[in-house]
T-cell receptor
């Protein structure tokens, strides 16, 4: 398996524009996580899905952020409108809890977002 | 609710010296514990994990961690570090499939 695949790797956009980040989890994994990493706040969990259903979105900063998982092999994180403070590295991760929560998360390479 | 605390944001050590990176957690139920490593401009990779059984867990690259339930700790150790261990290390806790990370510890190795 190629691992968790994220696209794009880098994104530079102007303030106010819509940004869409994409993630393909590892085949067979049924949990998917979106994290945001910044120097100031570290690694924050934004939202996670189990079997394509959002379970906990309490980490989503505000209404400008939305995430979807239309099927088991694809998820998007959208920011509309984007702001400079959204600049960060966004990671997608997937896991396969084997009857519990003991499976580790496998991370993608991340998308480095810069909003100017 | 689960949480993870990494007390040291940075740890400088000399090459071939031992190192310990501290991690404390809180949770209302049984948890699973992990250590991840992040090299510059890369994603996170699993170093080791504690699920159950022996409290001393061995991972990749010579790292090991000890689960201490009474102290709610899961400290990471290596007896002799190498320049290639320079990276950021994250402790994580999982319950009910939600995985929460600590703030990270940056390990810098001096020759």
């Amino acid at each position: 398996d190629a691992g968790v695949i994220q696209s794009p790797r880098h994104e530079v956009t102007e303030m106010g524009q819509e940004v869409t980040l994409r993630c393909k989890p590892i085949s067979g994994h049924n949990s998917l996580f979106w994290y945001r990493q910044t120097m100031m706040r570290g690694l924050e969990l934004l939202i996670y899905f189990n079997n394509n259903v959002p379970i906990d979105d309490s980490g989503m900063p505000e209404d400008r952020f939305s995430a979807k998982m239309p099927n088991a092999s694809f998820s998007t994180l959208k920011i509309q409108p984007s702001e400079p403070r959204d600049s960060a590295v966004y990671f997608c991760a997937s896991s396969f809890p084997m009857g519990g929560s003991e499976s580790e998360a496998f991370f993608g390479q991340g998308t480095r977002l810069t909003v100017v | 609710a689960q949480s993870v605390t990494q007390l040291d944001s940075q740890v400088p050590v000399f090459e071939e010296a031992p190192v310990e990176l501290r991690c404390n957690y809180s949770s209302s139920v049984s948890v699973y514990l992990f250590w991840y490593v992040q090299y510059p401009n890369q994603g996170l990779q699993l170093l080791l994990k504690y699920l159950s059984g022996s409290t001393l867990v061995k991972g990749i690259n010579g790292f090991e961690a000890e689960f201490n339930k009474s102290q709610t700790s899961f400290h990471l150790r290596k007896p002799s570090v190498h320049i290639s261990d320079t990276a950021e290390y994250f402790c994580a806790v999982s319950e009910t499939s939600k995985i929460i990370f600590g703030s990270g510890t940056r390990l810098s190795i001096r020759p």
